[in-house]
């Protein structure tokens, strides 16, 4: 995905000889089948991407040919006597990869502007940064264990620079490397190849190791953790170092390419790429990439490399950068814009023909001149300068839009409760107020993704490897009233809103113990991710300790994608019953409802798509709730639990809207946001007051 030249001679003397013998790439200046390496590989990542929704392992070529060429154009150098000079290396290398970034990056904020709804703006925004300054692979992992991130159904026209930002570290790194390997190897008097062998091998198996390890604990975070994937560039670069070195015969190498290339076709058909990458399973399309260059040129009319060096696709090498940069986000703007979950034959070829244009054109008119410009590349403060404008172009018109957003958010989140009642909408006698219909919905679409409960004395997360298994507390732990223990799923944590709303009133202490999907169950349903059912055993030995006067959790689930109806966790019920022997009282409220799943169809961005007529936004109540909720049947059997349930507040009229009161209800296809929970809190506060027995202001 790089650009760049691709070939330089990097080795002199017993090395070249034995390149001349197997024909191997190290010792010509063009390498015109590892362009086409490079082209085949992206072509592979746009189709298997557009056409067939699933991941090809082309990327990680990309990741191993990228480390073979640096690591050719260094240890050239060393080997020549060459000065290194890192800090011109990186600022004409940042100065020739930034420009085409940059227009990709303007023309993403233009199109989210114009067409993404805004409850998708400020997430792209972060992820422009991110991806400008190449740590977008982090704010991925981040996103990847937060169950309470933004909502990611649907993929960000950004995601792809992942890997761009994985490279961009890899290359400050690995300059880093080769220049302490020439310090080392003239200062101890050692051989330069062979001591970078070593260290990048063990920076391949230690790599390995931890990249095998972490994609079996945690997949989704692995899949973007740079050190998973320091392997693969490590793979590149002992293949770089020990190429010379190789001498096969001229029948082998035309096997190897013919091996290669058919295993690096087939892998992304043959795995599920995307759920097992990047541990062990990479090593399919990485060592079938390192088989096409070890075969290097064969000049046989069946060798591979015939076809990999054909024109059209050595032509498409060298946009093969900018093809990566535009196919992603055409893709999901694509469909976004118009509902889809993926594209059709039609449209995914207008998808793919749209973004060959852009990269021709990209490279011939932005990156092209940029990496010729003679003046640019005369000086470091040139260079240096060009960087900075590059950067300026994407960065003003990006603080320029968040702070138009920070400006228009407190005015649309500024109407008192007559313009805004929310849920008093809904209250007997209720009237409403002038002006309510034109008055701007609360929150703010583009706040949307924030709308979680606020803690004053913070949450402590439990588990690295999903954040969102924490600890909250209110922080009123001198001298409370009374103590309200919060356990379970997100669903129970949404009630947190109106309970310290009332703690504040009445001095109370409020603890949470909550984890994304995670229910009050024992394991014995099986849909709860791993670790689920530990979590709950350890919040529940936690919140028995703290003796509280009261739990509040979630009883039964709602439809999910209405493929089920209403339902209780199989084991729910066994667990409550410790709560209820320990007489604590247990404040079991009935789920809220959900949306449909499927991406923009969701509470808020359908409320963002249909900014005149909200209705159509509304999910059934027949499609998430049975007749008679499955609790009714265990009142009597659960002395001591309290089942409150608060859906006449969501559902009105067998329809359970997405807006109610001028008030946004949902921040995403499930949850109900911090705006709405709080105009429930008189009809919670009653509810509480009234299953406890206790007196208000004691």
Known sequence: MTTGTIARPTGSGRSSAAGSANGGPHNRKFLPEVQGLRSLAVLMVVIYHVWLGRVSGGVDIFLLVSAFLITRQFVGRVERGTPLDLLKHWLHLFKRLLPAVVVVLLSVLAATYLWLPQTRWKDIFAQTWASAFYFENWALTSNSVDYYAADHSLASPLQHFWSLSIQGQVFILWPLIFA???????????????????????????????????TGSNQAFAYFDTRARLWEFALGSLLALLLPYLNLPHRVRVLLGWLGVVAMISCGIVLDIEQQFPGFIALWPTLAAALIIIAGRTDSRFGMDRFLSSGPLVFMGGNSYALYLWHWPLL?????????????????????????????????????????????????????????????????????????????????????????????????????????????????????????????????????????????????????ARTVVVVGSSHALM????????????????????????????????????????????SMKAALELNPDAVLTTST??????????????????????????????????????????????????????????????????QNFADISPTDALRESLPGVNFLDFTPYFCVDESCPAVIGNVVVYKD??????????????????????????????
Request: proline share 6%; with cysteine.
């Open 180 to 214: 302490a390997a020439a310090l080392l190897a003239r200062t101890f008097r050692l051989r330069y190849r062979v001591l970078l062998t070593y260290i990048f091998g063990l920076i391949f198996i230690l790599s390995l190791l931890f990249s095998i390890r972490e």
């Open 332 to 480: 999901i703007i694509y469909l976004m814009v118009f509902d889809k979950e993926k594209a059709g034959w039609l449209s995914g070829t207008v998808v793919i023909v749209t973004a060959l244009v852009l990269s021709i054109l990209t490279t011939r008119f932005v990156e092209k001149p940029v990496r010729d410009w003679k003046w640019a590349e005369s000086s470091k403060l040139r260079a240096a300068a060009v960087m900075a404008v590059s950067l300026a172009l994407s960065a003003v018109p990006l603080g320029g839009l968040q702070l138009h957003i920070q400006a228009v958010s407190p005015k649309a989140g500024a109407g008192s409760t007559p313009e805004n009642p929310g849920a008093a909408a809904l209250f007997a006698g209720y009237t409403p107020a002038a002006g309510s219909r034109t008055a701007p919905l609360v929150p703010a679409l583009t706040d949307i993704a924030d709308e979680w409960p606020q803690w004053d004395g913070g949450c402590t997360v439990l588990d690295e490897s999903d954040v969102s298994r924490t600890r909250c507390d209110n922080g009123n732990d001198a001298n409370p």
């Open 495 to 538: 009630w947190s809103t109106p309970l310290l709303d009332i703690a504040r009133k009445y001095n109370w202490r409020v603890i949470a113990f909550t984890a994304g999907f995670c229910p009050l169950t024992d394991g014995a349903d099986g849909t709860v991710p791993a670790g689920c059912p530990q979590f709950i055993r350890d």
């Open 557 to 622: 689930r709602a439809a999910y994608n209405f493929t089920t109806s209403e339902y209780l966790d199989p084991s729910w019920a066994g667990v409550v019953r410790e709560f209820a022997a320990a007489r604590i009282p247990v404040l079991a409220i009935r789920d809220t409802p959900r949306f449909d799943q499927t991406p923009l169809a969701s509470g808020p961005d359908c409320v963002a798509k249909n900014p005149k007529d909200y209705s159509v936004c509304a999910t059934a109540q027949d």
């Open 669 to 698: 296809g499930s949850h109900v946001t911090r705006t709405y929970m709080k105009t429930l809190t008189p009809v919670v506060e009653q509810a509480v007051f009234a299953a406890t027995g206790w007196e208000e202001g004691k």
